[in-house]
C-alpha cells in the first residue's frame, strides 16, 4: 500500500506524496479523482513499480496531507490548478519529462496537462472521462444529466451547506453507487475516506463542481494565462490512451467514445466490461496491463 509521508513545498502548496519504484525508471505520475484518494493507485503503482517505471502519487489539493501555504489562497479546484501543482511537483523533484496516468479529476488533468504542457507529458491515459475541447463543460443530455445529480446538488444555494455538514456521507452515496455493488470493502471506504478529513477538502469540492456551471466562483488569478491558453486548444498531439468501465453509472462510457479525431499523436480507447467509475480500484490488473503497453511505445 503506498504511504504518504513525502513532502515537497510548492509555490501554492506543501505536497504529500508517495513515491516508489526504481529511482531511475522512467516517471509515471499518477492522478487519483473525487471522491477517491491517492491510495487507490496502490496495486497498478505495485505493477508499474515491477514493469521498471518509478511512479511518483501526489494527494491533490484539497486531500490528505497536501495543505496550502497561505490561508487567503483561493481554492481553485479546477483541471488548470491541479495541472499547475502536478508541474510544480515534478520541478521540485526535478523531473523535465513525465508520462501522466489520471482517474476522473486526474483524466481531466491529464488532457489539460496534454493542452498546456506538451513538452513536459510524453504520454497520456485518462481514466472513467472523455476529453473536452477547450476544457469547455457543456450541459449534458437528459441521461448524462441524471447520473451527474450530485453536480447539480452541490450548484444550488444551499448546496454546499449540505455537502459541509456530512462531507463523508456525501462522497459515500457516490462509492455506493458508480459501480456494481460489492466492489469495494468497508475497511478501504473507511481509509479512503480519511482524505476527506482534509480542511479544504469541500471547498476544493465545491469549487471544482459549482465553476462548471456557475459564473460566481473564484479562480486562481495566477493561474489566468494557462486559462486563456486551455480555451484555444481543441486537439491533443500527446499519445493518448483512454479507459472507461462498461458498468460506469457515474459516467456513462458513451461519453468518452467518438473522440478519435481530437487526438493527432496517436489514439487507443479501452472498455472494460463489469467495471464502474473506478477502474484502477476494480480491475487494477488489467489496467496496468493497459498502461503498461501504453508507456512502453517508442
Known amino acids: 500500500m503506498l504511504e504518504f509521508v513525502r513532502h515537497v513545498t510548492t509555490p501554492t502548496l506543501d ?6 519504484g526504481p529511482a531511475e525508471g522512467p516517471v509515471v505520475v499518477l492522478l487519483h479523482g473525487w471522491p477517491d484518494a491517492a491510495r487507490g493507485w496502490s496495486a497498478v ?3 508499474l513499480n515491477a514493469a521498471g517505471y518509478r511512479t511518483v502519487v501526489p494527494e491533490l489539493r484539497g486531500a490528505g496531507g497536501t495543505r496550502f501555504l497561505q490561508a487567503d489562497a483561493v481554492r481553485d ?3 488548470v490548478a ?5 508541474i510544480d511537483l515534478a520541478d521540485a523533484l526535478g523531473i523535465d519529462q ?3 496516468a489520471g482517474h476522473d479529476w486526474g483524466a481531466r488533468a491529464a488532457y489539460t496537462a496534454a493542452a498546456l504542457y506538451p513538452q513536459r507529458v510524453r504520454r ?10 477547450a476544457g469547455v463543460f457543456e450541459l449534458p443530455d437528459f441521461a448524462q444529466a441524471r447520473r451527474y445529480w450530485y453536480q447539480w446538488f452541490m450548484s444550488l444555494d444551499d448546496g454546499p451547506k449540505k455537502v459541509a455538514a456530512d462531507p463523508k456521507g456525501f462522497a459515500r452515496i457516490q462509492w455506493d453507487t458508480w459501480a456494481p455493488a460489492g466492489w469495494f470493502e468497508e475497511a478501504e471506504f473507511e481509509a479512503s475516506a480519511r482524505a476527506f478529513e482534509n480542511p479544504d477538502w469541500v471547498a476544493i ?3 471544482a ?11 486562481d488569478p495566477a493561474l489566468t494565462s494557462l486559462y486563456d491558453k486551455l480555451a484555444t486548444v481543441n486537439t491533443l498531439a500527446t499519445p493518448t490512451l483512454v479507459i472507461h468501465g462498461g458498468a460506469d453509472t457515474c459516467t456513462d462510457e458513451s461519453t468518452s467514445a467518438g473522440q478519435e479525431g481530437h487526438f493527432t499523436g496517436g489514439y487507443r480507447r479501452v472498455v472494460i466490461d463489469g467495471v464502474g467509475h473506478f477502474p484502477q480500484r476494480e480491475a487494477p490488473d488489467a489496467v496496468a496491463d493497459a498502461l503498461i503497453a501504453h508507456f512502453s511505445e517508442k
Open 205 to 207: 469540492t465545491l469549487n
Open 82 to 86: 491541479i495541472v499547475q501543482d502536478a
Open 15 to 20: 505536497i504529500a506524496y508517495a513515491d516508489t
Open 209 to 219: 463542481y459549482r465553476r462548471r456551471y456557475r459564473k460566481d466562483e473564484a479562480s
Open 98 to 100: 513525465f508520462d501522466l
Open 77 to 79: 479546484g479546477s483541471a
Open 124 to 133: 497520456i491515459a485518462a481514466l472513467s472521462v472523455g476529453f473536452q475541447p
Open 45 to 47: 503503482a505495485d505493477r
